[in-house]
């Protein structure tokens, strides 16, 4: 199994092809290929590369599968006895993205294959489809 440790988005993901992953909002268009440059750590069979502070040459491609927004979150702040309240909300905004393949120097190490990029696709039916479960 071959997987890396990458830093996106102000965080670090460990990141294998085939699968997608929500990550902070990225620059880029729906349908489009990404390319990430700061790869950390990468484990192929039994070798492992690991950077000081990344790994020269390596990188993982992934495409822009949607731009999205999570779960909203609600944040309460009161103070007792006081009467005072504030409620806000806030929901992220993501970027799914599909990891397509793990290269060094050239090389591809591991690459998604056809069948798991359409497995991992999600199907959205439109609204009054006719695809209710009664």
Sequence with gaps: MTY????????????????????????GEKDGTYTIDKVLLVHHEDD???G?????????????????????????????KKKTRKKRGHRQELTRLMINSISINGSVLAQATETEAVQATPVLEPAGSGAEVV
Aim: charged share 30%; proline share 5%.
């Design 48 to 50: 492992v590369t690991i």
């Design 4 to 27: 890396a440790i990458i830093e996106i988005g102000g965080t670090q993901l460990r990141v294998e092809p085939g699968r997608f992953y929500d990550i902070n909002r990225l620059e």
């Design 52 to 80: 000081q502070p990344c790994i020269e040459g390596a990188k993982v491609e992934g495409n822009i599968m949607t731009h999205r927004r999570g779960r909203k979150i609600i944040v309460y702040k009161m103070r007792p």
